[in-house]
């Protein structure tokens, strides 16, 4: 059992920065993906941004040179820093755990409830 709380969305205007967290709780040992994906009115879901545990991650390519992620494995914690924002950032911003590996020694993904972003004048 996993539990993702996402914060930080908000409003900002176009060319400013944002920084979104997403903490995981729950009984597990270890997650090996975490990563940001979201969806506007009329999309489909798309993936933003992986971290794996051991630090290796992908942007699309979209936000490639404007999102960082990060993450502190030791909170259980993972951050998309967000710059030079666009309209078209605006969307609802999911957080993703895959392949979560429970202490029951079942493996699952697991979703947040999002947090929404808008960019906007």
């Known amino acids: 059992q996993v539990q993702l709380v996402e914060s930080g969305g908000g409003l900002v205007q176009p060319g400013g920065s944002l920084r979104l967290s997403c903490a995981a709780s729950?009984?597990?040992?270890?997650?090996?993906?975490m990563g940001w994906w979201r969806q506007a009115p009329g999309k489909q879901r798309e993936l933003v941004a992986a971290i794996t545990s051991d630090g290796n991650s992908d942007y699309a390519d979209s936000v490639k040179g404007r999102f960082t992620i990060s993450r502190d494995n030791t909170k259980n914690t993972v951050y998309l820093q967000m710059d030079s924002l666009k309209p078209e950032d605006t969307a609802v911003y999911y957080c993703?755990?895959?392949?979560?590996?429970?202490?029951?020694?079942?493996?699952?993904?697991?979703w947040g409830r999002g947090t929404l972003v808008t960019v906007s004048s």
């Open positions: 993703n755990a895959k392949d979560v590996l429970l202490t029951t020694r079942a493996r699952l993904d697991a």
């Open positions: 729950g009984s597990f040992f270890s997650i090996n993906t």
